[in-house]
């Protein structure tokens, strides 16, 4: 049982490009999210997908766009990349959406020079 | 002012130490409060989960909120060197979807 799946798991951008994050659950979670953690910050929320077909901004939305394409499948997508997006990002679903057991994928290290 | 506060040590123990960490939170809204664990290089792991005040034990790992005083606690006995991790706090609202995580403490647990 995989869980939650990101990809990839590092990436190094210029400042300028953009790139797609992907995340799929085999769990059948009807929620899906995207954090990023930086060092002292914790994990901030950048979107989150309460059910398919639904999308909501979080705490730091700025930059970011997603896409629930499906009820497995959650991307996150940076359309101009910027240093201070470099971060470790990860995804995680969960069952509902008060998303008090959220399973967490492995992460993603961008580095944006 | 963050809305959620833990300091981020680090913190080392030798093996068999009792660990305390803990958080302070602002937002007396809070009602669920859990403890994630997160190993170097991985995603957080839900360790313990608790909703309002009390205690709560699973294992060697005791959670403890205090909702006067908007504190919560977690204690690791007998530690482990696989123990060591950072371990990070998070709280919620009652039927809101977004978690408030704290920075994260840092563990080690020396053999």
């Known amino acids: 049982n995989a869980g939650v799946t990101q990809t990839p798991k590092f990436q190094v951008l210029k400042t300028g490009q953009s790139m797609t994050l992907q995340c799929a659950q085999d769990?059948?979670?009807?929620?899906m999210y995207w954090y990023r953690q930086d060092p002292g910050m914790g994990l901030r929320l950048i979107y989150y997908s309460a059910s398919e077909g639904t999308t909501d901004k979080g705490e730091v939305p700025n930059g970011y766009n997603v896409s629930r394409l499906n009820k497995r499948e959650f991307s996150l997508r940076l359309e101009s990349a910027a240093p201070s997006q470099t971060s470790v990002y990860f995804c995680?679903?969960?069952?509902?959406?008060?998303?008090?057991?959220?399973?967490f994928g492995q992460g993603t290290r961008l580095t944006v020079v | 002012q963050k809305e959620v506060e833990q300091d981020p040590g680090p913190l080392s123990v030798p093996e068999g130490a009792i660990v305390s960490l803990n958080c302070t939170y602002s937002n007396s809204a809070f009602q669920y409060f859990m403890w994630y664990r997160q190993y170097s290089r991985k995603g957080p792991e839900l360790l313990m989960y608790t909703y309002s005040s009390g205690n709560k034990e699973d294992g060697r790992f005791t959670a403890q909120v205090d909702k006067s005083s908007k504190y919560i606690s977690l204690f690791i006995r007998d530690s482990q060197p696989s123990d060591s991790a950072t371990y990070l706090c998070a709280m919620r609202r009652s039927n809101d979807y977004k978690l408030s995580f704290g920075a994260g403490t840092t563990v080690t647990v020396r053999a």
């Open positions: 769990m059948n979670h009807n929620s």
């Open positions: 995680a679903s969960s069952v509902t959406g008060a998303n008090t057991e959220a399973f």
